[in-house]
């Protein structure tokens, strides 16, 4: 099968560039420079351009100020005379697939006048001036799949609108990364699927215990050695968001029978061999101690949680599609996502069932995207995607992260305040 070939050149391929036509049906998918922090320990100034027009006025409600408000929990309203983006469809940095303005999806346009408003509380849309003065000399990682080279795109061209030069390197073994000179605040995105490191496995002719169970190919995973991408992201950055998630439910790539993930720990496979959500619990074992051994105590980490796909009709292989032209009723994403009814798009509560459970009493601050983004079935490239699949995976740019975006800094304001 055509798909299944190609999936596997891309896999093997991992210098080709990112995202070609193929990453959508592949399934894809400050120790703060402690300085910098002291000196600006005033309390956070309220926020400028406050957008809401319910909100108290310095933009940060009772249940903001005392860290209570939950921003995950709350609804979306349309208003066309407000942008939740910061920049447009010239942005360069925009992948080709995910620019559904330049590529005439039909609602493109409005994806970005829907505004989230928390139930307790209001989430601005960030500045991106006062960003950058109250976040000097710091680097700021983004480490994870596609979803989160999505959300990284849509800082970076927030940011770029702001005048000052940028340099554009790749430290840390970052797959892109900018530098806003005036700032020395750098960002980075760390491509990585499943953030253990991975390689094809085979068969030794010798034999083996995967052997002697009838294994003849499929994916060596090391639960407890980090991708080469992001190994040295701790050490660099000041600020990481992370993410997994896709990868460990696409059976596409990782085929149960064919290809299958095989586990290894301390360089021996792990007998008997677990199924991939089993070895997703033990992955998170072991890279969240690796972060938090790394990083000074003042770094902050985050986990994002899981991108909701909306694939309506079946699944991606299966001719699905994601043609609304509005948000979903939570009575509307409750059917689609709960566990109960087990559709296609069930793994996004899958997911985080496994990543709430591993950071539960860790460092790592959640992001928790999930909720908002399960209500915007209307956000996704669909057919302006130009792959042969609607892409109901990934996200318009601009559009859903830059909300995603505003509540990461949002966070940071809360936690530095
Ligand atoms: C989008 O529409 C414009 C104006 O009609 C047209 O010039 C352009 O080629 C279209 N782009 C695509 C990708 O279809
Ligand atoms: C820029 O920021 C880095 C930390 O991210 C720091 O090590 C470096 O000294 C800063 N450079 C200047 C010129 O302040
Ligand atoms: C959910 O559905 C899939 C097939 O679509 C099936 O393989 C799986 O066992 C189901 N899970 C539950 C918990 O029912
Ligand atoms: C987190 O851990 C505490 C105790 O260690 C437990 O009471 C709580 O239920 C856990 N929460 C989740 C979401 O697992």
């Not at 997911?351 to 209500?375: D, Q």
């Amino acid at each position: 099968m055509a798909v299944r070939e190609n999936h596997h050149r891309h896999y093997q391929a991992k210098q080709v560039p990112l995202f070609p036509l193929l990453s959508l049906i592949c399934f894809l998918s400050i120790l703060l420079a402690l300085s910098a922090f002291r000196k600006t320990s005033a309390p956070l100034q309220p926020h400028q351009s406050i957008q809401f027009n319910n909100g108290d006025r310095s933009g940060r409600s009772k249940a903001a100020r005392d860290g209570s408000c939950d921003y995950s929990d709350g609804s979306w309203y349309y208003d066309p005379n407000l942008r939740t983006s910061k920049y447009d469809h010239t942005c360069k940095e925009i992948f080709k697939g995910w620019n559904c303005y330049a590529a005439n999806k039909s609602n493109a346009p409005q994806i970005i006048n829907w505004h989230w408003k928390p139930k307790q509380c209001d989430l601005p849309h960030f500045d991106p001036v006062s960003f950058l003065e109250k976040f000097r000399n710091i680097n700021i990682g983004f480490v994870g799949d596609s979803l989160n080279r999505n959300m990284f795109v849509s800082l970076f061209c927030s940011l770029k609108r702001v005048p000052g030069e940028v340099k554009k390197w790749r430290p840390a073994g970052a797959d892109r990364g900018f530098s806003f000179l005036k700032y020395n605040l750098t960002i980075t995105y760390h491509r990585t699927n499943i953030l253990a490191r991975y390689a094809s496995w085979s068969a030794n002719a010798d034999g083996g215990e995967l052997e002697s169970l009838g294994y003849k190919e499929g994916y060596r995973v090391d639960v407890d050695i980090p991708e080469s991408s992001w190994i040295e992201a701790p050490n660099f950055h000041d600020i990481l968001v992370f993410n997994t998630g896709h990868w460990w439910w696409a059976p596409s790539k990782f085929d149960p029978v064919k290809s299958p993930m095989l586990f290894f720990e301390m360089g021996q496979p792990i007998i008997p061999p677990v199924p991939p959500d089993v070895g997703l619990d033990k992955v998170l074992q072991h890279m969240i101690p690796y972060v938090e051994k790394r990083m000074p105590p003042g770094a902050i980490k985050f986990f994002r949680t899981q991108s909701p796909r909306h694939f309506e009709g079946g699944d991606w292989y299966q001719g699905g599609s994601c043609q609304r032209q509005q948000p979903l009723s939570p009575q509307q994403a409750e059917d689609l996502f709960s566990l109960s009814n087990n559709r296609t798009n069930v793994e996004v509560r899958l997911v985080n069932e496994h990543l709430l459970k591993a950071l539960n009493g860790t460092s790592f601050h959640i992001l928790n995207i999930t909720p908002m983004s399960e209500l915007r079935a209307d956000a996704h490239p669909a057919s302006a995607g130009g792959k042969k699949h609607d892409d109901c995976m990934h996200w318009c740019l601009p559009g859903l992260t830059d909300t995603w975006n505003d509540l990461f800094i949002q966070h940071l304001y809360n936690i530095r305040s």
